[in-house]
């Protein structure tokens, strides 16, 4: 097979849409927020208030122009879930309950809806 025509595996993710996240590198270590969107592709999130750049956008029908703050992505291994139960940064893994694969947090054992 060339090297167009190898399929690239995606991974599953130990971290979803809607997650609580802390940022673990970078220059924003330490922050927290909700993850809005995954891109698989890229192994990366968008995480509310974090990775925060201005955009300029001139005036179009549907909105005012000026300096929009947008937030950029951030890459999946700079980010930690935070633990339902403790509130501190925790592992995630993977464990059978009812016949349904569910997520848990390492620390506490606690399942991650």
């Known amino acids: 097979m060339t090297s167009t025509m190898a ?3 995606v991974m599953k993710l130990k971290i979803k ?3 609580k996240v802390r940022v673990i590198a970078g220059a924003y270590k ?3 927020g909700e993850v809005l969107e995954i891109q698989r592709e890229k192994n990366r999130a968008i995480v509310e208030s ?3 750049a201005k955009k300029h ?6 909105q005012a122009g000026g300096i929009r703050e947008i937030n950029n ?3 999946l291994s700079n980010l930690m879930l935070i ?4 509130g501190v940064p925790t592992r995630v893994g993977r464990r059978l309950e009812n016949g349904k694969l569910v997520r848990f947090a390492k620390n506490s054992g606690e399942t991650i809806k």
Request: charged residues 35%; aromatic residues 0%.
């Open 73 to 75: 992505p951030i890459h």
């Open 50 to 52: 974090v990775n925060l």
């Open 57 to 62: 956008a001139k005036p179009t029908n549907e």
């Open 30 to 32: 330490g922050t927290e």
């Open 83 to 86: 633990d339902p139960k403790s």
């Open 17 to 19: 849409k809607g997650d």
């Open 7 to 9: 399929k690239k595996t």
